[in-house]
């Protein structure tokens, strides 16, 4: 990275910003999702995680949060990095605090999102087991990952 980016506690005040990044971010990645799903998703998005679980952003020279992770240790429930943003280091950044700071060892992903499955991959975990349906019973298959001498 060629600036230093730091990763902060995000607050109610950000929220607005938080589900942006999240649409964006899911809108690049999760081509399995059709346009229906999407909106479906928002107030889930909003409840489970803008106000279920405490949440940590990477912000912009400007202050806009450009990416965030959620946690609900050991899980990490949530990690998006605005699309304008990627490939800079940020997930990483994020994914390294959780695990670091929050005690993080675990994390699911849709397998049918294959740039995340390499991802987590190359930071260190591993495939514990599948499931065919996502947390909804959607048809979207979940990997579930831990790092390496987890149990669960």
């Known amino acids: 990275m060629s ?27 999760h081509h399995f999702l059709s ?29 806009e949060v450009i990416a965030f992770s959620g946690v609900d240790a050991p899980k990490l429930e949530a990690l998006f990095v605005h699309p304008d943003w990627c490939g800079k280091g940020l997930g990483r950044l994020l994914v390294e605090h959780a695990i670091q700071e929050q005690d993080v060892c675990l994390v699911d992903v849709n397998e049918q999102n294959p740039a995340a499955v390499d991802f987590y991959l190359h930071l260190g975990f591993e495939v514990a087991h599948r499931s065919d349906v996502d947390g909804f019973g959607k048809p979207y298959p979940l990997l579930h990952l831990k790092l390496p001498d987890q149990t669960i």
Do not use: N
Not at 4 to 23: G, K, M
């Open 35 to 63: 346009e229906d799903e999407i909106e479906a998703l928002k107030p889930l998005v909003r409840q489970a995680c803008l106000e279920g679980m405490p949440l940590f952003g990477v912000r912009d020279s400007e202050g």
């Open 3 to 29: 600036r230093q980016y730091q990763v902060s506690s995000l607050t109610p005040a950000d929220h607005e910003r938080v589900l942006i990044v999240w649409e964006a971010a899911v809108r690049a990645t």
